[in-house]
């Protein structure tokens, strides 16, 4: 199966965390799309769908699935997105699409994760994909000198101006090892918008597609 079959797969195998008459939490990135369109296709009708992106806001918008501001919600069951990056406990490096900041407000949002991936992002230490972190564009050097002090490479994504009108970094050369206090720690650094690392907002499922069908990772 190619990797596009596969996002398919866990796209469709993702509709039966959806209650339906509830609203839902959506993220953003080629896997999404086929979750949007899955859903959009079945007999499951929702209240709306609270969305991370401009992008998946258009599609929803274009499919018929009412969209909602994060801010008339007070909690959503579910919050299904992909990923970068999943380790095996349900951590996940995010942000290759530049949504990560409001991925994480709407997955804090969420009581559950529901992680949609094919098996080329399950991986045993997260740092192989450049971390994403979205930056206030007047930090971005110094931000690049503490990961560089960390043994580790920024670059600053060409071209990138984030939904927040922010910039993103890309860091490479990175063994994160303790997921949780990384994300910690990165986040306090002033000027960090958002760290791609999502410790605290990890996934509580994870649907991985592989070559012999959907694998569920709790
Ligand atoms: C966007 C994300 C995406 O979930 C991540 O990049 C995975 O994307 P795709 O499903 O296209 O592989 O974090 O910011």
Redesign the pocket.
């Known amino acids: 199966m190619t990797q596009d079959e596969l ?1 398919t797969l866990v796209g469709q195998a993702a509709v039966q965390y959806v209650t339906p008459h509830t609203i839902v939490g959506v ?6 799309d086929k979750f949007i369109d899955a859903l959009a296709a079945s007999q499951i009708r929702i209240r709306g769908a609270v969305s991370s992106s401009v992008r998946s806001t258009e599609r929803m918008k274009a499919l018929g699935i009412p969209v909602l501001e994060a801010s008339e919600v007070e909690s959503l069951q579910v919050y299904i ?4 990056e999943i380790d095996h406990r349900g951590h996940m490096v ?7 900041t409001r ?1 994480k407000i709407v997955a804090d949002l969420a009581e559950r994760f529901i992680c949609i ?1 094919d098996e080329s ?1 399950l991986v045993d230490t997260l740092g192989r994909f450049p971390l ?1 972190v979205e930056v206030i564009p007047m930090a971005a050097a110094q931000i690049a000198r503490r990961f560089k002090a960390m043994g580790a490479t920024a670059t600053l994504r060409a071209g990138c101006v984030t939904d927040n009108s922010c910039h993103i970094l890309d860091v490479r050369g990175l063994s994160i090892t303790d997921p949780a206090a990384f994300e910690a720690d990165v986040t306090l650094w002033p000027g960090v918008v958002t760290v ?1 690392v999502f410790a605290r907002n990890k996934a509580s499922v994870c649907l991985l597609g592989t070559a012999e069908g959907v694998k569920t990772l709790t």
Not at 81 to 84: E, F, P, R, T, V
Not at 94 to 100: C, R, S, T, V
């Open positions: 996002k993220g953003t990135g080629s896997t999404v997105d992909g990923a970068d995010k942000g290759g699409g530049a949504a990560l991925e991936a992002k994403p791609g």
